[in-house]
């Protein structure tokens, strides 16, 4: 498509401010052309033998010594950088309250919705469609409804909402305290280390993602391969499925395996800013999400990270120990400055802060 076409198409579509749950109940039965993506981005096909070591654990944070789920932990943070856990300590009807309070926000009427829909980042509640629309090489079936916490308040919220994030963010950050101590352990450092001197700031994105059933799913994708601007991310998703994990390290080795999901379960994922600050030990890594004629698919991402002035201040330096840093040392604000420039084009934020 010719690029002031696209561009033209991408406006139109922006300007609805109802996403792609817009597009599905107006009934279209064919992606448009704006979300097609190169054949290329399905690379690498399912067809290839996944080795053992890469299904993705389920950790029991209940069970076991502290020096065996530091082990467990170390190790899904050195290779899939995945990990499910259960017993995290969130109650479990709060995860299918959360979900369902993504879904009420995104299944209400487009008038209620519309108010909300911005791509201005100084605003604290942001409904969109693609953070990256007018950046990224194709677009995702999916739309977003974006918090930024704990700034947001209340009352900010959008009203389906307000009963039950305030809570789950609460708790998920205190299970994001309890990861980073055992991620320290896992360094070989000092309990307290990641929250105190890594700058592994306390701010919460919240996402809660909706991906519509898609007429044409192997045209799009739910969310392009990326990796996550963040320390780590906290993900809930329904019982659908489709996300999957680039494992293999080397091409030809490379195969996408499913994060399955489990019932009352949490997936936890190594983001840039603690590849970068572990100075490669913990892998930051890729993944997507295939777009399905089944759906809608909910999921809610928590990105731990500070958004806006806390951040701009605080460094990103590699913990180098006897060895030699493999990163300048930068700041979250640039990093994720980066990171928005260039949306999710299949490359990988970090490359542009190594040295
Ligand atoms: C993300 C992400 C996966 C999902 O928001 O970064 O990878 O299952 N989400 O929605
Ligand atoms: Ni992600």
Same mark, same amino acid.
């Given at each position: ?17 109802? $996403? ?34 890469? @299904? ?5 944070? *209940? ?36 979900? *369902? ?49 704990? +700034? ?33 352990e896992a360094l070989g450092l000092d309990r307290r280390y990641l929250e105190q001197d890594a700058a592994c700031l306390d701010g919460l994105n919240f996402a809660g993602h909706y991906y519509p059933a898609c007429p044409e799913p192997r045209l @799009?994708?739910?969310? @392009? ?13 329904? +019982? ?7 494992? $293999? ?14 019932? $009352? ?5 190594? $983001? ?84």
């Amino acid at each position: 498509m010719a690029p002031d076409h696209r561009l033209r198409a991408l406006t139109a579509f922006d300007d609805t401010k109802a $996403g792609v749950k817009g597009l599905v109940d107006a009934g279209v039965t064919a992606v448009p052309s704006i979300f097609h993506h190169a054949p290329e981005s399905f690379l690498p096909m399912d067809d290839v033998d996944v080795p053992r070591r890469f @299904t993705i654990p389920v950790i029991d944070l *209940a069970s076991g010594s502290r020096a065996e789920l530091v082990a467990q932990v170390r190790s899904a943070a050195e290779t899939v950088g995945f990990f499910q856990v259960v017993n995290h300590g969130v109650p479990a009807d709060l995860l299918p309250d959360t979900l *369902a309070c993504v879904r009420r926000f995104h299944e209400s009427p487009a008038e209620a919705k519309a108010p909300y829909y911005t791509r201005d980042l100084g605003r604290r509640v942001r409904y969109q469609s693609n953070f990256d629309l007018f950046q990224s090489p194709a677009a995702n079936w999916r739309d977003t409804l974006y918090m930024d916490m704990p +700034a947001v308040t209340t009352e900010e919220m959008p009203a389906a909402c307000r009963r039950v994030v305030p809570e789950y963010a609460r708790l998920v950050r205190e299970l994001y305290h309890a990861l980073l101590e055992l991620l320290s352990e896992a360094l070989g450092l000092d309990r307290r280390y990641l929250e105190q001197d890594a700058a592994c700031l306390d701010g919460l994105n919240f996402a809660g993602h909706y991906y519509p059933a898609c007429p044409e799913p192997r045209l @799009t994708l739910g969310t @392009t391969r990326h990796s996550d601007p963040s320390f780590l991310t906290v993900l809930l998703q329904d +019982a659908i499925g489709g996300l999957q994990v680039l494992v $293999g390290g080397d091409k030809e080795q490379q195969a996408w395996v499913e994060v399955p999901a489990v019932a $009352g379960a949490l997936v936890v994922n190594v $983001g840039d800013f603690l590849q970068l600050v572990s100075n490669d030990r913990f892998k930051s890594v890729e993944h997507r999400v295939v777009a399905s004629s089944v759906g809608p698919r909910v999921s809610v991402a928590c990105f731990f990270r500070t958004d806006g002035a806390a951040a701009s201040t605080r460094e990103l330096a590699p913990i180098v120990g006897d060895g030699e840093a493999r990163y300048r040392i930068t700041t979250v604000e640039e990093l994720l400055r980066h990171y928005r420039a260039k949306g999710l084009d299949g490359t990988s934020a970090l490359q542009h802060f190594r040295i």
